[in-house]
């Protein structure tokens, strides 16, 4: 993980306005704006969500930001200005590194941090990031926060849903997709239908859970085809039969196996 200071050359003080975070193995930006920061006092892009009081900006929004202090793909010169830049191909990061985020359009450049001097302020916020997330029934997710805390999340009650995502929780399997988003922040279902760990963690319900209580849960309550071969004490070929014929159904299945509900096994002995 790389961070960056954004700051403005034209500011006395020379304190940062917010913070770039990217994550080198996923190619993900994500920036960190301080608490109550002067919208008019930041770049254009980050001052609207300022102004919404949203302290973090998603990873597509962000790379957007980079996008525009970086020089374009499809610049007529470009590869006489990577081999300036000793690079083989074009890279965001290498570019925005080389020339550290300045642009034309305005004063403010980035400057290298180390992740440990981030304000505590930011490393609260880290408290919230998403651990792991579970896609329920009508719309509902069991998200598993970074703090400990488990909250039950209707999709559909987050007032900033975006029409992409309703049409998300309309479709069972893609809305079954759903991912953490690099470095928690959040759960997302692609590049651009996200929802963030903030508004998760605003608008979700405590659930009396702990993720080690899910751990729990499948390691004591969930069997594969050879365990569950084993309680029944029939062969594999018996078990793929019953899946079949539909008198045992898995909870998953994948291409080297089935897992089981231990209950379910249990109860074709009765």
């Known amino acids: 993980m790389k961070t960056f200071a954004i700051k403005d ?58 996008s525009q202090r970086i020089i374009p793909s499809d610049r007529q010169n470009l590869g006489q200005i990577l081999k300036e830049n000793d690079l083989d191909a074009y890279d965001e990061f290498s570019l925005l590194e080389a020339s550290l985020g300045r642009c034309a359009q305005d004063s403010f450049y980035l400057e290298n941090v180390a992740s440990n001097e981030l304000p505590k302020g930011f490393v609260k916020r880290y408290r919230y990031k998403v651990e792991d997330v579970i896609p329920l029934d009508k719309g509902s997710l069991l998200v598993f926060f970074r ?7 209707d999709v559909m009650v987050i007032p900033v849903i975006s029409k992409r995502i309703s049409a998300v929780v309309g479709n069972e399997k893609k809305f079954n997709e759903v991912a953490i988003q690099t470095g928690g922040y959040g759960v997302s279902w692609g590049e651009n239908i996200d929802i963030s760990d903030e508004n998760l963690y605003r608008y979700g319900k405590n659930v009396p859970l702990t993720i080690n209580d899910f751990r729990n849960f499948i390691r004591y309550r969930a069997v594969n085809t050879a365990e569950a071969a084993e309680l029944l004490e029939c062969s594999r070929q018996n078990i793929e039969d019953l899946v079949r014929r539909g008198k045992l159904t898995p909870v998953k299945t994948a291409a080297k196996g089935k897992l089981f509900l231990k209950s379910d096994i249990d109860q074709r002995k009765w």
């Not at 703090?147 to 999340?153: A, L, M, S, T």
């Open 9 to 66: 050359e034209l500011d006395k003080v020379n304190k940062p306005l917010a913070y770039l975070i990217y994550y080198e193995k996923e190619k993900h930006f994500y920036i960190e704006i301080e608490e109550n920061a002067d919208p008019w006092r930041l770049p254009m892009l980050l001052s609207t969500f300022a102004e919404r009081g949203e302290t973090t900006v998603n990873s597509y929004w962000s790379k957007i930001w980079v």
């Open 147 to 153: 703090d400990g805390c488990v909250k039950k999340c």
